[in-house]
């Protein structure tokens, strides 16, 4: 009878180890213009002709949203550096690893792969246990890659007068010290 009971409890902690854990994504693909595109740990895929950056604007709908921001592309300093590549994916390259630096407290965030004459667009599945890295995968050399988000960032990057204006309160303190001091 104790092994049934231990059987039983084991196969009950078993499954709410299970059903606890967060969610794994699968491997998200579609092509376009020829191409297959493909990204681990997204939500959903949008694949199209064109080219991204040339496209994706405050006024294109991705995923039934407009107000898309790019925030960095792996071969240029092109967008605002909100949520930026720690491992990009290599231009010229088929498949490899990416990450990026922070989710930046939004909930809507692109990845997109550039190969021949189209796009694959993924938005990013935050419910994974690590949704900021992942694998990548395209059968054609890629162009780039490049993230967009939508929505208003919570974690902001302190802009330099902010930064000077910080430095020059602590200098102020530093001397109102040294002459109280002396």
């Known amino acids: 009878m104790t092994a049934a009971i231990r059987l039983m409890a084991a196969s009950s902690l078993a499954w709410l180890l299970i059903a606890g854990s967060p969610a794994q994504a699968a491997l998200m ?3 376009a213009s020829g191409t297959s595109y493909s990204l681990s740990d997204a939500a959903a895929k949008a694949c199209t002709t064109g080219n991204d950056t040339n496209q994706i604007d405050a006024n294109y709908s991705l995923f039934g949203m407009t107000g898309w921001v790019l925030s ?3 071969d240029g300093p092109d967008g605002d550096g909100v949520i930026e590549f720690l491992t990009a994916p290599v231009n010229g390259s088929k498949s490899g690893n990416w990450a990026i630096d922070t989710l930046a407290g939004l909930s ?6 550039k190969a021949g004459n189209g796009f694959g667009a993924f938005l990013l599945d935050l419910s994974v246990n690590d949704p900021l890295s992942g694998r990548w995968a395209t059968d054609k050399n890629l162009s780039h890659a490049s993230i967009y988000y939508n929505g208003q960032p919570t974690t902001k990057v302190p802009e330099p007068s902010t930064l000077a204006l910080v430095g020059l309160g602590l200098l102020g303190l530093g001397m109102a010290r040294r002459r109280a001091h002396k």
């Open 108 to 113: 809507n965030i692109v990845i997109t792969l």
């Open 29 to 31: 693909a579609c092509s």
């Open 72 to 74: 960095d592309k792996n």
